[in-house]
Each structure stands twice: as structure tokens, then as C-alpha cells.
């Protein structure tokens, strides 16, 4: 099993749809026409990479608040989604010692013989960020649903439609495919769009 380049990962996206939308170059700057003068804004980096695909974060949020009193316990098993509250915009806040959902704008079809796996950005790593995926299987596809905690104890700002996470594929040798793929055994997040919550 060996980790694949940015031209595979070019032509996976581009001729088989392995990512959509797909961005062909690194992205590292904006340029706003805000005012008279265009000027340059920097964001945090998104689109293929020598070895990866850095992936932007969407607009959709769900805030992890325990304010309502309510919890005494987080259980994955009977989540109280009330204690998700729904938020949209082009950044969002996450509390101190809290964490937030998102997702990817990319929806991701991996293919049969591919594991993928996500890392987070170092720029919120060095914030305090942690940034939160389990591998994506075999024929899973959909929006990624990413967790992003803030380890620190004063509120972290996170920036809508730039990079969050970085994806790196894995193909498995010629032949060594699995018996059973995520799609096979009809996943639970096969086909998610948007945030999703805990399905049991």
C-alpha cells in the first residue's frame, strides 16, 4: 500500500469524481475587491498538494453548549442533539474547552481499493485546534463531518470555505482489495450531506 501523489490524486478527482468540487492548485491567498483598490487577504490554504488534498470547511456549524444545565453526561449512543446548536455564517466561534461540527465542502467517493486518512491543519495546530476524522473506507462517499476542538481556554475563531484539514490517500497493492467495502455493508454515514450528528 503506498501514499499517492497530486497527479493521481488529479486524475482520480477529475476523470472519476473521487472529489467535487475539486481544486487543481494550492489556494493561498484571496484577492477581495472590497473598496477602490483590490487587495490581496490572506486565508489558510486549500486544494491539492504534493501528497494530499487539503479540504475547505463549510458554512453549516453545530456548537457543543452545555449551557442549558441539562447534561450531566455526553452519550454517542443518546446524544441530546439540543445541546448542538445550529449555526451559518463565514466563520465561526468555538467556546473554550468546547468543540464544534462541521464539514467538508468536497464531497468525497473513494474508491474500492483506497484508505484514506485526514490530518489537521497545522495553522489551528498551532492554535490550539485539534481537528478530528476517522479514516474514510473503502467506497464510503459523502460531505466529510469534521470535529474541531478548542483545547484552549479562551474562545478560537474557525474560517468558513478555507482549508481545515489535509486528506491523504492510500491504494492498497494490485489485487489486495477488501472482501467487504463500506458500501458493501451499507455504512451508516454512507451518503451523508452536511453536518452529521451521531447515528446509532
Same mark, same amino acid.
Not at 17 to 43: A, L, T, W
Not at 85 to 110: A, C, D, K, W
Given at each position: 500500500?503506498?501514499?499517492?501523489? #497530486?497527479?493521481?490524486?488529479?486524475?482520480?478527482?477529475?476523470?472519476?469524481?473521487?472529489?467535487?468540487?475539486?481544486? #487543481?492548485?494550492?489556494?493561498?491567498?484571496?484577492?477581495?475587491?472590497?473598496?477602490?483598490?483590490?487587495?490581496?487577504?490572506?486565508?489558510?490554504?486549500?486544494?491539492?498538494? @504534493?501528497?494530499?488534498?487539503?479540504?475547505?470547511?463549510? #458554512?453549516?456549524?453545530?456548537? +457543543?453548549?452545555?449551557?442549558?444545565?441539562?447534561?450531566?453526561?455526553?452519550?454517542?449512543?443518546?446524544?441530546?442533539?439540543?445541546?448542538?446548536?445550529? +449555526?451559518?455564517?463565514?466563520?465561526?466561534?468555538?467556546?473554550?474547552? @468546547? +468543540?464544534?461540527?462541521?464539514?467538508? %465542502?468536497?464531497?468525497?467517493?473513494?474508491?474500492?481499493?483506497?484508505?484514506?486518512?485526514?490530518?489537521?491543519?497545522?495553522?489551528?495546530?498551532?492554535?490550539?485546534?485539534?481537528?478530528?476524522?476517522?479514516?474514510?473506507?473503502?467506497?464510503?462517499?459523502?460531505?466529510?463531518?469534521?470535529?474541531?476542538?478548542?483545547?484552549?481556554?479562551?474562545?478560537?475563531? %474557525?474560517?468558513?470555505?478555507?482549508?481545515?484539514?489535509? +486528506?491523504?490517500?492510500?491504494?492498497?497493492?494490485?489485487?489486495?482489495?477488501?472482501?467487504?467495502?463500506?458500501?458493501?455493508?451499507?455504512?451508516?454515514?454512507?451518503?451523508?450531506?452536511?453536518?452529521?450528528?451521531?447515528?446509532?
Amino acid at each position: 500500500m503506498s501514499i499517492k501523489p #497530486d497527479h493521481w490524486i488529479r486524475r482520480m478527482a477529475l476523470d472519476h469524481g473521487m472529489i467535487s468540487p475539486f481544486v #487543481d492548485f494550492q489556494v493561498r491567498k484571496m484577492v477581495s475587491d472590497v473598496g477602490i483598490i483590490p487587495c490581496e487577504q490572506k486565508i489558510i490554504s486549500y486544494g491539492v498538494s @504534493s501528497y494530499g488534498y487539503d479540504a475547505r470547511l463549510g #458554512d453549516d456549524f453545530r456548537i +457543543f453548549t452545555a449551557a442549558t444545565g441539562r447534561l450531566s453526561v455526553i452519550d454517542p449512543k443518546a446524544l441530546d442533539y439540543a445541546a448542538m446548536q445550529r +449555526f451559518s455564517g463565514p466563520e465561526v466561534i468555538i467556546p473554550p474547552n @468546547s +468543540f464544534v461540527l462541521g464539514h467538508t %465542502v468536497e464531497y468525497f467517493r473513494i474508491p474500492r481499493d483506497v484508505m484514506v486518512i485526514c490530518l489537521g491543519k497545522s495553522t489551528y495546530a498551532r492554535c490550539g485546534a485539534i481537528v478530528n476524522v476517522t479514516p474514510l473506507e473503502p467506497e464510503w462517499e459523502g460531505h466529510v463531518t469534521i470535529e474541531i476542538s478548542n483545547t484552549t481556554p479562551l474562545p478560537l475563531k %474557525v474560517y468558513a470555505n478555507e482549508g481545515i484539514a489535509q +486528506f491523504l490517500f492510500f491504494q492498497a497493492d494490485q489485487g489486495d482489495w477488501p472482501t467487504v467495502s463500506y458500501k458493501d455493508r451499507n455504512g451508516k454515514y454512507q451518503g451523508q450531506t452536511g453536518v452529521t450528528l451521531p447515528i446509532t
